[in-house]
């Protein structure tokens, strides 16, 4: 999954980018308001960290442009604005989510999964398709209720696919949740995480869809024949 964050207060970003990306996110930091709006206007995101109080361009300007363009990427908004009136304004403008700082980094990543989880129409914390279940919350996988060990890259691509499944994601689309602006992509590194995965769930599970990209088909609906 790949994330926006939005903070410019150096010490609090090189804290939420370490602890996002310690939980295998793959994020994007900007510290104004300007480089916000063109990020998140130009770039594909899973979820977005707003901070209000920012240089160039407010926060809750930002977010109102994303929505004025139907943009519907979920918005936690992380500020110090600790007003009700500020909330409400928060959350009436598009966002998803208001917390308060200073916070809790587990607070903060619980938020992050319920908001994701939301986002794919899920109500419950744990993926399961067949015989594979993944927790994202300790990051455990299973096949047969027995622990499978992943990298956290393959985790990330697994988790990608597993979310929506029968939806179908190009390489591109893979490549744009594992990595941020700032990291190295070799141009088979998608194919060789399928390969790794394949052998560990099944050479089925994952279906290449030629010229199209991969899938994880959904599961047949109970009585279906």
Avoid: C
């Avoid at 300007?34 to 995101?45: I, K, N």
């Avoid at 929506?164 to 995480?193: A, C, F, H, M």
């Amino acid at each position: 999954m790949r994330l926006l964050l939005v903070e410019d207060d150096v010490m609090i970003g090189e804290s939420v980018l370490d602890a996002l990306r310690a939980e295998g996110y793959a994020v994007d930091w900007v510290r104004d308001g300007g480089l916000a709006d063109t990020a998140w206007s130009t770039e594909s995101y899973d979820l977005v960290v707003l901070d209000l109080g920012l240089p160039r361009q407010d926060g809750l300007q930002v977010l109102k442009r994303a929505r004025a363009r139907r943009d519907r990427t979920p918005v936690l908004i992380a500020t110090a604005r600790d007003a009700v009136s500020d909330r409400v304004a928060g959350l009436d403008a598009g966002a998803d989510d208001y917390l308060l700082k200073p916070f809790d980094l587990d607070e903060l990543h619980a938020r992050v999964r319920a908001l994701l989880r939301r986002s794919a129409g899920r109500a419950e914390p744990l993926f399961i398709h067949g015989r594979v279940t993944l927790n994202p919350v300790t990051h455990e996988a299973t096949l047969d209720n027995q622990p499978v060990s992943l990298s956290q890259r393959e985790w990330a691509v697994l988790e990608a696919l597993i979310a929506r499944p029968g939806t179908i994601l190009s390489r591109v689309q893979l490549e744009e949740k594992l990595y941020g602006w700032k990291d190295e992509v070799s141009s088979n590194t998608i194919e060789v995480y399928i390969h790794s995965l394949r052998k560990k769930f099944g050479a089925g599970f994952i279906q290449n869809i030629r010229g199209m990209g991969y899938v994880i088909r959904r599961e047949p609906e109970a009585g279906a024949s």
